[in-house]
């Protein structure tokens, strides 16, 4: 997965947000025909870095999650940015 800032224009506003997807054609395939996309750009290494994983653990360890889901977690995102490594 990607994560992707986009600026849209849905003919009354512009406006910023972030959407998660594979690839930017998925995104557009899902997300596509709610307004125009006036800028996609992809910001997942600006948000997931090689700390991510142990920050993550901390924090869900803080909010009462179990072990078993945390770890579960965060192989989830260790694996996901090794993919994006590559």
Not at 16 to 39: I, P, Q, R, W
Not at 56 to 74: F, M, N, P, T, V
């Amino acid at each position: 997965m990607k994560l992707y800032e986009c600026i849209v224009d849905d003919g009354t506003d512009v406006f910023k947000t972030m959407t998660a997807a594979k690839n930017k054609k998925e995104l557009l395939s899902v997300y596509g025909g709610n307004g125009s996309f006036e800028k996609i750009k992809d910001v997942t290494k600006e948000y997931f870095t090689e700390d991510t994983p142990d920050k993550l653990a901390s924090d869900l360890q803080k909010c009462g999650w179990g072990r078993g889901e945390i770890e579960l977690i965060r192989a989830l995102v260790e694996e996901n940015i090794r993919k994006l490594n590559r």
